[in-house]
């Protein structure tokens, strides 16, 4: 995921919690004016950290009142949540080398027991 699927997300988010078709949310839209309540906030804010792959931290929930602190909010995290990914997956390359290069070894000269 990128930044540009941020908007996306949003729209989808926003149309699954409120039953309404998001047309287009702009940025300086405020949140309340939506008619989106700090439940409906929560349950959009979840679905856009599944969709996306990341995790908002809980103090920076407070701050959201437009659209647009949500897009902002839920960018900061991205890249977080991807250097995160890449290490996992880093991380299991490097398994993956040492298993193989593991099974390359006669028994013999592993120190069998």
């Known amino acids: 995921m990128t930044p540009s699927d941020i908007p996306q997300v949003l729209h989808r988010a926003y149309q699954q919690v409120?039953?309404?078709?998001?047309g287009t949310l702009d940025r300086d839209a405020d949140i309340r004016a939506l008619g989106v309540d700090s439940v409906q906030l929560l349950e959009m804010i979840v679905i856009a950290e599944t969709e996306l792959g990341l995790r908002v931290p809980d103090a920076a929930l407070g701050g959201v009142e437009t659209v647009g602190d949500l897009y902002d909010m839920l960018g900061e995290a991205l890249p977080q949540a991807l250097l995160q990914a890449q290490a996992q997956a880093q991380g299991q390359g490097q398994v993956q080398a040492q298993v193989q290069a593991q099974a390359q070894v006669p028994v013999e000269a592993r120190g069998a027991r």
């Open 18 to 22: 409120t039953q309404r078709d998001p």
